[in-house]
């Protein structure tokens, strides 16, 4: 049931754009996406809900292909915050817990 | 928005002690909370989920008699490691569910337990 996220890492500098993905072979309910930096626990970005909903941070978007159980977050004019490991979360209907993909490492660079 | 804490923030014990890891939501509360654990550059494995008034819920392999839970009221989840050895020693996360409209989770510090 984990999600698969890709790609495993990628390494940026700063002002250039990125893009993760993250697939389920299963129906989902909302998609949730948070960063994590190192020794410290993850933080919330954005959800999105089946239907098109979204909460979300402004410098952050995100889509949800509901057909394709796919997820993609959007990183625009990367900063040097930016950098940390991403993990999307998966929450199967039904009020489910969360099951996270392996994430993906971004590194932002001068 | 929603504040969960953890305590301690770290804790470095001998083979065989129990050590006790408190997960509090601050400003809200919640009636289910989740365990996770996750070991250096991985992913958050979830341990199991605990509510408020009755027996957690575990997942596959995670074993209860080791990792026992209780969730004493709607702003404390307790995760307890029994006779912790070595390969316990991980980032344990706890989050809560604030019941809003979108479902967030809001995660705790984590503890990170080094056991010698």
């Known amino acids: 049931q984990q999600p698969v996220q890709s790609p495993q890492a990628v390494i940026l500098r700063e002002g250039e754009d990125a893009v993760i993905n993250c697939s389920s072979s299963?129906?989902?309910?909302?998609v949730h996406w948070y960063r994590q930096k190192h020794g410290e626990a993850p933080v919330f970005l954005m959800i999105?809900?089946?239907?098109?909903e979204q909460k979300g941070h402004e410098k952050i978007s995100a889509s949800f292909n509901e057909k394709k159980q796919q997820s993609s977050l959007y990183l625009t004019a990367s900063q040097l915050s930016y950098s940390g490991t991403y993990f999307c979360?998966?929450?199967?209907?039904?009020?489910?817990?969360?099951?996270f993909g392996k994430g993906t490492r971004l590194s932002v660079i001068a | 928005g929603a504040v969960v804490s953890q305590h301690p923030s770290w804790v470095i014990c001998k083979s065989g002690t129990s050590v006790k890891i408190e997960c509090r939501s601050l400003?809200?509360?919640?009636?289910?909370m989740f365990w996770y654990r996750q070991f250096p550059k991985q992913s958050l494995m979830l341990m199991a989920t605990?509510?408020?008034?009755?027996?957690?819920?575990?997942e596959q392999g995670v074993e209860k008699d080791k990792f026992l839970i209780n969730h004493a009221s709607l702003t404390l989840s307790t995760l307890t490691v029994t006779s912790a050895h070595p390969e316990d020693s991980s980032f344990y996360i706890c989050?809560?569910?604030?019941?809003?409209?979108?479902?967030?989770?809001?995660f705790g510090p984590g503890t990170r337990l080094t056991v010698l």
């Open positions: 989050s809560a569910n604030a019941g809003t409209q979108y479902n967030e989770q809001f």
């Open positions: 299963k129906a989902l309910y909302s």
């Open positions: 999105l809900l089946k239907g098109g």
């Open positions: 979360g998966t929450e199967l209907p039904g009020n489910t817990p969360l099951v």
């Open positions: 400003d809200f509360q919640a009636t289910t």
């Open positions: 605990s509510n408020e008034g009755s027996k957690a819920t575990y």
